[in-house]
């Protein structure tokens, strides 16, 4: 049965994006099929094969999320996290100020999705693999 100090202890690993692929394959050795990551706070749920959740918890104060949301700017600046040029923390500011509530990992279909407070997609990409 998946933990969270089994999700922690991993997660812990991760010091930069680089990191990603990493992070996912130990993930999903471990038993997670899906997670999804909130915004508001950084709390994380995670979802494994047999139907298990764990939740993460926040992981900074709460913060209001952008009732519009800038996509152009969004896929500008998650380029730059990417590359570089954020940290995980400053990322999430970016987010909420654009309008991004969460994103949706899937380890079945292989892609990360960015969804706004409606719950329409703004961005669906192909996850980072080794």
Same mark, same amino acid.
Request: proline share 3%; hydrophobic share 35%.
């Given at each position: 049965?998946?933990? @969270? #100090? ?9 010091k930069s ?5 990493? &992070?996912?394959? #130990? @993930? ?7 997670? @999804? /990551?909130?915004?508001v ?5 995670y $979802? ?6 764990v939740? #993460? ?10 009732? /519009?949301?800038?996509?152009? $700017? ?5 380029? +730059? ?7 995980y923390l400053? &990322?999430?500011? %970016? ?8 994103? @949706?990992?899937?380890? +079945?279909? %292989?892609t ?7 719950g &329409? +997609?703004?961005?669906v +990409?192909?996850?980072p693999?080794?």
């Open positions: 049965m998946l933990t @969270i #100090d089994e999700i922690k202890q991993k997660r812990s690993q991760v994006i680089a990191d990603a692929p990493g &992070f996912i394959k #130990d @993930i999903v050795n471990a038993g997670v099929i899906r997670y @999804i /990551s909130y915004v706070d950084g709390h994380t749920v $979802y494994s094969l047999d139907g298990h959740e939740i #993460d918890e926040p992981t900074y104060a709460p913060t209001q999320i952008a009732a /519009s949301t800038n996509r152009e $700017y969004f896929i500008k600046e998650l380029k +730059e996290y990417q590359n570089g040029k954020w940290d400053n &990322f999430c500011r %970016m987010c909420a100020d654009v309008g991004v509530e969460k994103w @949706i990992v899937d380890m +079945e279909l %292989m990360c999705t960015y969804c706004d407070k409606r &329409f +997609e703004v961005l +990409e192909p996850l693999v080794d």
